[in-house]
């Protein structure tokens, strides 16, 4: 089921992306009620530099097929001007899929608190 997001953001605030997935086959939203969702940034060397999920709350379950990951601007500060690899994937009755990969290209916001 695995689609191919790709983002720029700029790490000086926060980044709250809002994700929308339906069933390829019925078209039909995916109900991720009690489902466990993850989303992982990892720079060019594999090293994990954000990892949120439903249990952590960094990701909120907003309707029916749709989610919101927080990265908080405290994390994307720490993010180096750059292009990341990130992808998500969900747990539900057993079975566990991938939601989606891509990239996150990060931009300096010169400015920080």
Not at 14 to 35: L, M, Q, S, Y
Not at 43 to 68: K, V, W, Y
């Amino acid at each position: 089921m695995s689609r191919t997001f790709n983002a720029t953001v700029i790490n000086s605030g926060d980044f709250r992306p809002v994700f929308k997935f339906v069933n390829k086959a019925t078209k039909e939203p995916i109900d991720f009620t009690g489902a466990y969702i993850e989303v992982e940034i990892k720079d060019n060397e594999g090293c994990r530099r954000f990892e949120g999920s439903t249990d952590g709350g960094q990701i909120s379950i907003l309707d029916l097929g749709t989610f919101q990951l927080v990265v908080p601007a405290s994390t994307m500060q720490c993010l180096c001007a750059g292009q990341y690899a990130w992808g998500g994937l969900y747990a539900l009755n057993g079975g566990q899929d991938s939601l989606f990969t891509g990239s996150v290209t990060v931009k300096d916001g010169v400015a920080k608190k």
